[in-house]
């Protein structure tokens, strides 16, 4: 099955980022005026935890050195050709879900 239950939504604060391990992988989620994204979690540049990035708009800032990704595609902003993967987002009552299976990345 690939429909994994991440959180309730009363668990995002709105604006922001929240990271957690779902079937194996580090996702961060983020709770946005246009809904709820996820993401990988892992910056691609050193690791870092995009969930404790700065959210402008889609677009989250990693907290170590700054890349930029944008959470609805996962493209960097200045490379889009690098990417890390997205995940697709229910929500059913108050409960968050993602579709592992269905990680995809644009570029
Ligand atoms: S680890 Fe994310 S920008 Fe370096």
């Given at each position: 099955?690939?429909?994994?239950?991440?959180?309730?939504?009363?668990?995002?604060?709105?604006?922001?980022?929240?990271?957690?391990?779902?079937?194996?992988?580090?996702?961060?989620?983020?709770?946005?005026?246009?809904?709820?994204?996820?993401?990988?979690?892992?910056?691609?540049?050193?690791?870092?935890?995009?969930?404790?990035?700065?959210?402008?708009?889609?677009?989250?800032?990693?907290?170590?050195?700054g890349?930029?990704?944008?959470?609805?595609?996962?493209?960097?902003?200045?490379?889009?050709?690098?990417?890390?993967?997205?995940?697709?987002?229910?929500?059913?009552?108050?409960?968050?879900?993602?579709d592992?299976?269905d990680?995809?990345?644009?570029?």
């Amino acid at each position: 099955m690939s429909r994994h239950r991440v959180c309730r939504v009363d668990e995002l604060k709105p604006g922001g980022g929240r990271e957690f391990v779902v079937a194996g992988r580090i996702l961060a989620v983020f709770h946005l005026e246009t809904g709820i994204k996820a993401i990988d979690g892992i910056c691609p540049h050193a690791g870092g935890p995009l969930a404790q990035g700065m959210v402008r708009g889609e677009v989250v800032t990693c907290p170590w050195h700054g890349w930029q990704f944008n959470v609805e595609t996962g493209a960097h902003q200045l490379n889009p050709r690098l990417c890390v993967p997205c995940f697709a987002v229910t929500v059913d009552g108050n409960d968050v879900y993602v579709d592992i299976a269905d990680a995809s990345a644009v570029g």
